[in-house]
């Protein structure tokens, strides 16, 4: 088995401004690039990964996949495209030709004013011509965007999301309810996955306890089933409370009581599949 960080990022923001990086991201508003990844994985099995934009732009997006031909632990990336454009898909068709290596697209929701973006006419076109890309779509949203997504999924059928870290539920606030019963409706949908990743700076940066994650993990786990849920680390943003080896440990501590297959899909065959990954 080939095990899989299905989340992670690379940045220099001496190249490019992150407007999200504020003064509490100030540990890691610097440079990070392939070789810091390899050292990070280090004394972990893990053996490929997925990268993902952090920044809503075509320049960023070229650079990643540049990043990912350049270095062979990259397997897939999921970059940026302007959804709204009414050339989306020649811009989707021109990555795609380009390189291989362009499995998903995402989007910063938080950026975006309007709860209900994912589901104007214009962004529904956009993602129309991302599935006929034979793209997935990154779902980077918060547990108050639960409805939002289970709505998109209905309207936008075939097409492949994939939520990022579980939905980001406020586990510092102890946020359970709302969070539960909104993934359990987003999870009635066959072509939706779940992402155990950034679950770590959900809760308090300096004080988070294993046993406090743990609940949050078993509950993706009994709503979306092992088949449709994967790791990803979120490194480097994960580095703001914990170090690679410690968010690895969590969800491998997490899931040791699963089946081998069941563990399989969670390392790797899940990311492989939703990304359509080629290893």
């Known amino acids: 088995m080939t095990v899989i960080d299905a989340h992670h990022h690379l940045w220099d923001p001496g190249m490019r401004d992150y407007p999200w990086m504020s003064d ?6 610097r440079p990070f690039d392939t070789e810091d990844m390899r050292q990070a994985i280090a ?16 320049e960023e997006t070229d650079w990643l996949l540049e990043l990912g031909g350049a270095d062979g632990l990259i397997a897939g990336v999921v970059g940026w495209a302007d959804l709204t454009s009414d ?7 021109a990555l795609t030709a380009r390189t291989p290596l362009l499995k998903g697209i995402r989007h910063l929701l938080h950026d975006e004013p309007d709860p209900d973006w994912l589901l104007r006419v214009d962004v529904s ?19 108050p ?7 998109l999924a209905r309207t936008v059928p075939g097409l ?40 770590v700076t959900e809760a308090s940066w300096t004080g988070w306890r ?17 088949d449709r849920c994967m790791f990803g680390s979120d490194w480097p943003v994960s580095l703001l409370a914990a170090s690679y080896a410690e968010v690895f440990d969590l969800v491998d501590t997490a899931t040791a009581a699963l089946s081998a297959d069941e563990r399989q899909a969670i390392f790797g065959g899940t990311a492989a599949a939703a990304y359509n990954l080629t290893l």
Do not use: M, N
Not at 87 to 93: S, T, V
Not at 134 to 139: E, Q
Not at 172 to 179: H, I, L, Y
Not at 211 to 225: K, P
């Open 24 to 29: 509490e991201h100030a540990a890691i508003r």
């Open 43 to 58: 004394g972990t099995p893990v053996e490929a990964t997925v990268l993902v934009q952090a920044l809503g732009s075509d």
């Open 210 to 226: 294993e046993a406090d994650i743990e609940r949050y993990i078993h509950a993706v786990l009994e709503e979306f089933g092992a």
């Open 160 to 199: 492949t999301l994939i939520v990022d870290h579980a939905a980001k539920p406020a586990i510092a606030a102890g946020e359970w309810g709302p969070w539960r019963t909104g993934l359990r409706r987003l999870a009635r949908h066959e072509q939706v996955y779940c992402k155990i990743s950034g679950l």
């Open 87 to 93: 050339r989306i898909a020649e811009r989707l068709h």
């Open 145 to 151: 965007d639960l409805p939002v997504a289970e709505q």
């Open 125 to 143: 076109a956009g993602l129309h011509a991302v599935r006929d890309a034979g793209l997935a779509y990154d779902l980077l949203i918060h547990s």
